[in-house]
């Protein structure tokens, strides 16, 4: 529906791993503590796993023990929606490219934006800066 990136789920299906599928496609959660970047501190630049859009700085990256990556703002604006399922009331995020999956955000950040974008690492690839 008009994103910068579409593709067939079969081809989403060939492009991503299968936790990126389920996560990225399928708005699935991988388990906490166990995702390639919630512990990672370099320089750099988290982008899409689906479609390589600049999503997140490591200046934004804070530690805030749940498990997941976790930063206090995105590099611009991603797409945020209300998501009541599993019994919750949560504000999902997605990639405004192509409208992958990446997480949910929530009000218990540290300031200034008091925010906390929980993402998966599996949505994610990370750009060590040189
Ligand atoms: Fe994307």
Not at 27 to 51: I, L, M, N, Q, S
Not at 93 to 107: M, T, W
Request: hydrophobic share 25%.
């Amino acid at each position: 529906m008009g994103r910068r990136v579409e593709r067939s789920e079969e081809d989403w299906r060939r492009e991503l791993d299968a936790e990126q599928y389920r996560v990225l496609r399928g708005k699935g959660t991988e388990a906490p503590f166990t995702g390639k970047h919630y512990k990672t501190r370099d320089a750099g630049t988290y982008v899409c796993a689906g479609c390589g859009k600049e999503l997140f700085v490591s200046e934004d990256k804070f530690d805030s023990g749940c498990g997941w990556p976790s930063f206090s703002r995105p590099m611009d604006q991603v797409e945020e929606r209300r998501d009541l399922s599993h019994g919750m009331d949560r504000t999902e995020v997605l990639c405004p490219d192509c409208g992958g999956h990446l997480g949910h955000v929530f009000e218990d950040g540290p300031r200034p934006t008091g925010l906390r974008y929980c993402i998966n690492s599996a949505s994610l690839k990370f750009k060590k800066r040189e």
